[in-house]
């Protein structure tokens, strides 16, 4: 089957410049004005943006967390993730203290195979080190796993600072790449305990006890291991300026750090814990909290500058009845949000339309850098003869507005509810094949294919 889209805006890195684009079967063949030839069909895009896929590195799928499971596996997930245009997300593999890389690895699969509607590709969670965990990670390269990560807090999957050190060692021998969830964990103890000690027990007392310099502080010390074991490292799901500062300290002592935010600390604010409704605020909780309003513009403009280089969603979705779980104890609120259905939308209407930041870093943002970070490319994350035709055409004129009762997600609410979109998602594209169009996600049956990804070339 050969398909030519003729008229519209090809977006890469540089921007956008009006080109056609051939696909044959499940590549990309040419991108240039005017091509002509033998073809099955001809899409008119004219007015339209093409996108690379979206890549969404940072998805949790059926996931056993907070004494309850989450709400997406991954065939709700992962449908409404090529309904929003990413068509690869990076879920992560998370075996338990105790067992194996490859008692994970083996659970994902059995998880997401032959359930995926998008291509998938697994993090490998290191909550464990010891020889066995060792020994055990030159086959996790072999298997397709070049990326892994470890937490800084969270008692059944945090590691000590001696435990990364070496852990980072081996990873630099081997070509990885390490993301850290960075939040000190000892002093958010301490700040819950004293909220629990004077009643205070609501969804308003989430954000007090996770500030944003605890995030810092935890972001600086992972840095400084890194420093010592020469390792580059990624720091996800970022959320202020203290800990972007942090970053920018490390990267002039000459240390590679990658940033990733996500679009409910660019769009949202920590207002939403303290409305007297317990479900309106317990919807929000999620690790690290949303933080004060004025971060946003922070996070906006190291996106603009480079200095973030990914957006993924941290989708981790429970539905209000498993948010209330923690309604006599916030900390017992199952954290996360549903989030990779609309970040596209959101990115490009209240940052590209907006003119928060451009054409060219969108895509960089939700394209081509996670493509690089995690071993992608160029098979994913660009517009290219040879790249797979992973295409999202976005109509700048289908503007409407969010509702949950318009997802495909398996919950009930939308942290985004009533936003007005700039533009929509006219279709997405998987390997040279319709599967979403005006809304409508076209396959019955899952077909994405596992990626066995490479090393970073970012």
Not at 121 to 149: C, V, Y
Request: glycine share 10%; aromatic share 8%.
């Amino acid at each position: 089957m050969r398909t030519l889209f003729k008229g519209g805006t090809i977006v890469s890195a540089g921007g956008g410049r009006r080109a056609d684009l051939a696909v044959e079967g499940e590549k990309i063949i040419a991108v240039g004005r005017g091509l002509t030839g033998e073809f099955d069909r001809i899409m008119d895009v004219s007015g339209c943006l093409l996108f690379p896929g979206f890549i969404d590195a940072h998805t949790h799928f059926d996931l056993d967390v907070a004494n309850t499971t989450t709400a997406d596996d991954f065939f709700t997930g992962s449908r409404a993730a090529l309904r929003g245009g990413t068509t690869t997300v990076i879920d992560f593999a998370c075996p338990n203290k105790g067992e194996s890389l490859h008692y994970g690895l083996d659970l994902w699969h059995q998880k997401a195979d032959g359930r995926t509607f998008c291509d998938y590709g697994f993090h490998m969670t290191i909550d464990d080190w010891n020889e066995s965990i060792r020994a055990e990670l030159p086959d996790m390269f072999a298997q397709g796993i070049s990326s892994f990560k470890m937490y800084l807090t969270y008692p059944a999957m945090m590691t000590s600072d001696k435990e990364i050190y070496f852990a980072l060692k081996d990873l630099r021998r081997l070509g990885g790449v390490c993301g850290f969830h960075c939040e000190n964990a000892g002093v958010i103890d301490a700040l819950i305990a004293e909220r629990k000690a004077a009643g205070e027990l609501s969804p308003a007392s989430h954000p007090l006890t996770r500030p944003a310099y605890l995030e810092a502080e935890a972001v600086s010390r992972l840095l400084r291991i890194a420093q010592a074991a020469a390792c580059p490292v990624i720091i996800v799901h970022l959320t202020n300026e203290d800990a972007l500062d942090e970053v920018a300290r490390a990267r002039k002592r000459g240390q590679s750090v990658y940033v990733e935010t996500c679009p409910q600390y660019l769009l949202l604010d920590e207002s939403v814990y303290f409305q007297e409704d317990y479900s309106a605020a317990a919807r929000y909780v999620c690790a690290p909290p949303i933080r004060d309003k004025s971060q946003q513009d922070v996070l906006w403009r190291g996106l603009r500058r480079g200095t973030i280089q990914t957006i993924s969603t941290d989708h981790c979705s429970f539905t209000l009845a498993q948010k209330d779980m923690g309604r006599s104890d916030f900390t017992k609120i199952p954290g996360g949000l549903p989030g990779v259905e609309t970040r596209g939308e959101l990115i490009y209407s209240f940052g590209v339309a907006k003119r928060r930041i451009s054409l060219g870093r969108m895509c960089l943002a939700l394209a081509e850098n996670p493509a690089k970070l995690y071993g992608l490319f160029p098979r994913k994350g660009t517009l290219r003869p040879g790249s797979d035709a992973d295409i999202v055409v976005y109509d700048p004129g289908a503007s409407h507005v969010i509702q949950a009762s318009d997802c495909a997600a398996n919950v009930d609410y939308n942290p985004y509810e009533g936003f007005v979109t700039a533009g929509g998602i006219r279709q997405v594209w998987l390997r040279g094949a319709l599967a979403v169009e005006n809304g409508t996600v076209l396959d019955e049956a899952p077909r994405g294919q596992y990626l066995a990804r490479g090393k970073c070339s970012l």
